[in-house]
């Protein structure tokens, strides 16, 4: 049996899996073509609540993922250069990066994002990561309204450490950034700041030496790109030279053309 046949029926037995597993979906019509049932499958796990699982139906789950991962091409870090002081940018798809922690640019319930097919790189992290890791998120967020509360949200830069399962980097820090609503203002500037130098101290106390930054705040929260841009570079810079070799790659993961001029021109 070839290796494509083979990621068609595992595809195939995860669609009908995850629509039973789903009581509104269960009897949805299944598409006809991959195209189709791969945004079914996905659309189900964007939805799906963080409860257990069968182990078999997981299991399957994993080979997928890291198939379809190995299909899209994984990025070391070694393919990727630095422009200055173990700094560097990469442009493309934050779940193909190799690297100790990929930063994950999560809101405050911390459990990923619930919109099927949304674009945001917390979908899109989740997805790849599997459905173990929004279990993850959960049982830390549980844990931490048993001692906080039971309305406890995960404050702004407030970094999250959990596995990467699937990915092909070890961990995913979340982190929640600030929302920029009646503008831009100095308290949101410092907390932007803190997002970056929060996540770089925890992956110096868990010994995480490659990570990759997402541009935090700047989708849906609002925050202006090139700002942001200049805050991540000044406050990375920082950190790096007050831990000398500390840290052996900082990656600044974008996605528009936008971000990458701003970032490619702050790093010359």
């Known amino acids: 049996m070839n290796e494509k046949k083979t990621q068609d029926q595992r595809l195939n037995y995860l669609v009908e ?10 009897d949805l019509q299944t598409p006809n073509d991959d195209e189709g049932k791969r945004r079914i499958l996905r659309s189900l796990m964007n939805i799906r609540m963080p409860r257990k699982m069968d182990e078999a139906v997981l299991a399957v789950q994993d080979e997928y993922l890291q198939e379809r991962i190995r299909e899209n091409g994984i990025v070391e870090p070694a393919d990727i250069p630095v422009i200055r002081d173990r700094m560097s940018v990469w442009q493309g798809d934050i779940t193909r990066l190799a690297v100790d922690a990929i930063v ?22 989740h997805t790849f990561a599997g459905v173990q890791l929004r279990a993850e ?14 309305d406890y949200e995960q404050p702004t ?20 950034g600030p929302i920029v609503e009646n ?19 925890m992956c ?10 997402c ?7 609002h925050f202006p790109n090139r ?25 600044f993961n974008v996605f528009k053309d936008e971000d990458k001029e701003y970032y490619e021109r702050l790093l010359q």
């Not at 994950?104 to 949304?118: D, E, I, K, Y």
């Not at 049982?139 to 906080?148: E, K, V």
């Not at 110096?204 to 930054?213: D, H, I, M, S, W």
């Not at 541009?215 to 929260?221: A, E």
Request: charged share 20%; hydrophobic share 40%.
């Open 17 to 26: 899996e995850f629509k039973a597993d789903s009581v509104q979906y269960k």
């Open 183 to 201: 503008g831009l203002t100095k308290e949101l500037e410092e907390q932007l700041a803190a997002c970056y130098r929060n996540t770089l101290d």
């Open 104 to 125: 994950n640019a999560a809101n405050s319930q911390m459990l990923g994002c619930f919109v099927p097919m949304h674009t945001c790189i917390d979908n899109c992290i």
């Open 204 to 213: 110096l106390e868990n010994g995480l030496k490659t990570v990759a930054f």
């Open 227 to 251: 700002r942001a841009a200049q805050i991540a570079v000044q406050t990375v810079s920082e950190w790096l030279l007050n831990h000398d070799g500390r840290m052996d790659r900082v990656i």
């Open 157 to 176: 830069a407030v970094p999250m450490l959990t596995d990467a399962y699937n990915l092909p980097a070890k961990k995913v820090v979340h982190i929640v």
């Open 137 to 150: 998120c959960n049982r830390q967020m549980n844990a931490l309204r048993m001692r906080y509360g039971r």
């Open 215 to 221: 541009c935090i705040s700047t989708g849906v929260f």
